[in-house]
Structure formats: structure tokens, C-alpha cells
């Protein structure tokens, strides 16, 4: 019998890459919670194996029936800039969702949080709680109390880092996630940025790759967290290798034909003047997140860990398939 698969948040650019990708490579049924329908752009809505579940998902008991019959749930419907609401989102909405599953019935529950709440180890982070923004301290609440749930074991809880999705200019079927939407207000600053070296890295993947990793999750029989040095609850980080923020902007340049110039070391006191001249606005979660600077994991996943291949291995592939111009090749570093 065909699996029967909700994806929450499925109007979104990681929910319609995932919805896309099951409706390519599996045979299951797929409950799209959403809430506005005009939204899905890449997904057939009247598709014979596509339901669609129109709703806030502060609404949940609309939907117990539906629920209550589902064999896999994917989560990623989430909530940021009002603290009531993202609360209400992210912490209470997703414990009555999971209250309302059939526990003989649910087979595996993947959960989105962001990497952002856990350390280079997968370990949760104390200071996402203690000044995370309202979406960072939410995230890390509900990781928290979902350690401690009767369903623990069958969740997965993935980690996307710095996610990229969609084009530049809206042409593609997928909605544009807000880091490629923000590639050419970017590009506006490499001007400056060509000028500077930061001590700092990251990890980035494409929505394509993290839809690729969650269906192959969603496709494959579900067995007890296999990582070591976690609880029932299993985590994966998903991201490709990490990157310098060096190595970002002297793509960044080449792509956009900019001149790479001597660097300028960011150290903290011209990080601070920086902060105070140019129209930044800054908390205590921004504060931690420069101290830090390094936001990389191990391990982090790549799709091929699962028997698929990425979609946006490296930053220029990311680039080729955003649709961001390339302008001519730049002239040669100055020395």
C-alpha cells in the first residue's frame, strides 16, 4: 500500500522542492498543508496523488482526520518575527500535530529546525535559549521537548544550514528562497567586500538537495537513530562542505566580474565600526554569531551520504542555477 505523506509548510520553496521530488520518485500520496493554494507553483494542484489541506497550522484540530491516517509527516512549516505567533507555531502547534498522529499507524515524523541552535558537534546550543531571536530560542524549545516525546524514536530532526532555491529573477516553477533572492543586493556590496577578509565559514545547500535527503528518509524503512552519541531523536545536518566567507566573496567576484583586491583583516573592533556606520541593525543573537564566526558541523550531510547526487555541490553550480547574471571575467588580482 502506497505510503501517505504530509508535508506542512508545502507552499514554501523546501516544501514544493520535497513535494516534487515524491511525486518524481515514489508512488505515495501526498497531503500538501498550506495556506494559501496560489502559492504552489511548481506542484499540479489537481495532481491524482496531491491533497490539499488549506489551513494555518495553529488550526490543527481542522485536520484530525487526516492526521490520524498519515504513515510519514514532513514538518517544515515554521513561524519568525512575532514572538506570540512563533511560539504558538513552532512549539504549540507541532506537539498537538504529533498528539493527533496514530501512533500505531506513523511510521517516521521529520522535523525542520535550523542548524543555527547546534554547535559544531550537533550539540544543542545553551545560548540559542538564552538570546536566541523568537524563531532561534522556539527551534531550540521544541528540539528540547521533543527529545522527551512518546514518539521520539520515530523523528528525525534535519538541520538545514544557509538554504538556496528558485532564481534570482522568479522564472522558475519554485519559489525563490531568501538567500538566492538576496544574491544581487549582494553583488551591490562586493565593492566593499573585495576589500575585506573575514576569519569566518559556513555551510550552504540547495533545496533541491535537502528535498532529495528528506525523500530518501520519507522512501526507506524507518530503524533507530544509527548516529552515534545522540539521543532517540536522530540529527542531520544538511549542508555541503564548509566554506570561507573568503572563499564565498572571491567567487561571488569571479562570477560577477569584480577585481579581487588586497585584503583588509576584519578584526573585532573594525567589525564594531562597521556595525555603528553602515544601516545595521544588530542584537544578542547577532553578537554571538559574530564572536562565533564559525558556523560549521560535523558531520554534515550531503545527499550523497543517502545514495543520491547534489543538485548545487559547490558555490558556482549554486550561482549557474540561481540565474544571477555572469558578467565578464574579471581583470587580474592586484598582488
Not at 154 to 180: C, E, M, N, Q, W
Not at 217 to 225: E, F, I, S, V, Y
Not at 313 to 327: A, F, I, M
Request: proline residues 8%; glycine residues 6%; charged residues 20%.
Amino acid at each position: 500500500m502506497p505510503a501517505r505523506i504530509l508535508i506542512t509548510g508545502a507552499s514554501g520553496c523546501v516544501g514544493q522542492y520535497t513535494a516534487a521530488w515524491l511525486l518524481e520518485h515514489s508512488d505515495a500520496e501526498l497531503l500538501l498543508w498550506l495556506r494559501d493554494p496560489g502559492k504552489l507553483t511548481a506542484i499540479r494542484k489537481d495532481h491524482p496523488r496531491v491533497r490539499l489541506l488549506v489551513g494555518d497550522l495553529r488550526e490543527t484540530d481542522r485536520f484530525a482526520a487526516e492526521l490520524a491516517s498519515v504513515t510519514r509527516v514532513i514538518h517544515t512549516a515554521t513561524a519568525w518575527g512575532d514572538p506570540e505567533r512563533a511560539h504558538q507555531v513552532n512549539v504549540v502547534a507541532v506537539k498537538r500535530m504529533l498528539a493527533l498522529l496514530n501512533p500505531l499507524l506513523i511510521e517516521q515524523i521529520t522535523y525542520f529546525s535550523t542548524a543555527s541552535i547546534l554547535d559544531r558537534h550537533l550539540r544543542p546550543l545553551p545560548e540559542a535559549l538564552a538570546y536566541g531571536t523568537e524563531y532561534i530560542q522556539t527551534k531550540a524549545q521544541c528540539l528540547q521537548d521533543l527529545e522527551q516525546h512518546p514518539l521520539a524514536k520515530k523523528i528525525v530532526a534535519v538541520f538545514p544550514t544557509l538554504v538556496f532555491g528558485g532564481r534570482v529573477d522568479g522564472s522558475s516553477p519554485f519559489p525563490t528562497s531568501y538567500l538566492t533572492e538576496g544574491l544581487a543586493e549582494a553583488s551591490q556590496w562586493l565593492w566593499l567586500a573585495r576589500w575585506l577578509r573575514a576569519d569566518a565559514s559556513f555551510h550552504f545547500i540547495h533545496a533541491a538537495d535537502i528535498a532529495a535527503i528528506c525523500g530518501h528518509l520519507a522512501t526507506t524503512p524507518h530503524g533507530p537513530n544509527p548516529e552515534p552519541g545522540q539521543g532517540p531523536v536522530r540529527r542531520i545536518v544538511m549542508g555541503q562542505q564548509a566554506i570561507s566567507v573568503n572563499e564565498a566573496v572571491a567567487t561571488l567576484c569571479r562570477w560577477r566580474g569584480v577585481r579581487r583586491t588586497p585584503g583588509v583583516p576584519l578584526w573585532p573592533w573594525l567589525i564594531e565600526t562597521l556595525i555603528r556606520i553602515l544601516p545595521i541593525e544588530v542584537n544578542a543573537w547577532d553578537r554571538f554569531s559574530i564572536r562565533q564566526r564559525h558556523f560549521i558541523h560535523d558531520p554534515v550531510s550531503q545527499p550523497e551520504r543517502f545514495g543520491e547526487r547534489s543538485h548545487g555541490p559547490n558555490l558556482t553550480t549554486v550561482l549557474q542555477d540561481s540565474g544571477l547574471p555572469q558578467r565578464g571575467r574579471p581583470k587580474p588580482a592586484l598582488k
